[in-house]
T-cell receptor, first 111, second 114 residues
Framework: AQKVTQAQTEISVVEKEDVTLDCVYETRDTTYYLFWYKQPPSGELVFLIRRNSFDEQNEISGRYSWNFQKSTSSFNFTITASQVVDSAVYFC????????FGAGTILRVKS | DAGITQSPRHKVTETGTPVTLRCHQTENHRYMYWYRQDPGHGLRLIHYSYGVKDTDKGEVSDGYSVSRSKTEDFLLTLESATSSQTSVYFCAITDKGGSYNEQFFGPGTRLTVL
């Protein structure tokens, strides 16, 4: 069975703080992909990143970075120097034979 | 942005009435999906389609049916709406459903069943 756990239901930070959103997954597939999506207050779902199971290199995109560790089945997402516009619900997802989403983490960034 | 629209964007209906939600894409993508989003559950797959007239069930398909008579349209029908089907419904598309490409989502439909 496939499962994605985002243990942090809600996180509040003050602007300019760094914040890490945790994602732990379970799958028996040897080939799979992991995703992060952002859902701002306007409600749309925005694709952020895709990472395959054979590539454990960390990735950085501006203030966003992702840490993939197969040894701990984790795919964590860090926002550096958070901004109010980062306030959103963030979903981690896994696709092996089907796409499974975590329950999401609400991030509130206060000015 | 992927060309995906959903209609209606908001709907309020009464228990027992039929409801049809429409997803329309202009990308000519083969794969289309319907999800529902509920607090604490993330998104859960209802049904998906891998081509015209080819559909299959997701993890929460009870009470829902789908149809795809054209590449661009994927309809989700609640034959007899219940209050438990109050949710936000998202349509998604991808050009390669089995090869792990990211899915692109429509704007969502907020359905309230009274």
């Amino acid at each position: 069975a496939q499962k994605v756990t985002q243990a942090q239901t809600e996180i509040s930070v003050v602007e300019k703080e760094d914040v890490t959103l945790d994602c732990v997954y379970e799958t028996r597939d040897t080939t799979y992909y992991l995703f992060w999506y952002k859902q701002p207050p306007s409600g749309e779902l925005v694709f952020l990143i895709r990472r395959n199971s054979f590539d454990e290199q960390n990735e950085i995109s501006g203030r966003y970075s992702w840490n993939f560790q197969k040894s701990t089945s984790s795919f964590n997402f860090t926002i550096t120097a958070s901004q109010v516009v980062d306030s959103a619900v963030y979903f981690c997802a896994l696709i092996g034979n089907k796409l499974v989403f975590g329950a999401g983490t609400i991030l509130r960034v206060k000015s | 942005d992927a060309g995906i629209t959903q209609s209606p964007r908001h709907k309020v209906t009464e228990t027992g009435t039929p409801v049809t939600l429409r997803c329309h894409q202009t990308e000519n993508h083969r794969y289309m999906y319907w999800y529902r989003q509920d607090p604490g559950h993330g998104l859960r797959l209802i049904h998906y389609s891998y081509g015209v007239k080819d559909t299959d069930k997701g993890e929460v398909s009870d009470g829902y049916s789908v149809s795809r008579s054209k590449t661009e349209d994927f309809l989700l029908t609640l034959e007899s709406a219940t209050s438990s089907q109050t949710s936000v419904y998202f349509c998604a598309i991808t050009d390669k459903g089995g090869s792990y490409n990211e899915q692109f989502f429509g704007p969502g439909t907020r359905l309230t069943v009274l």
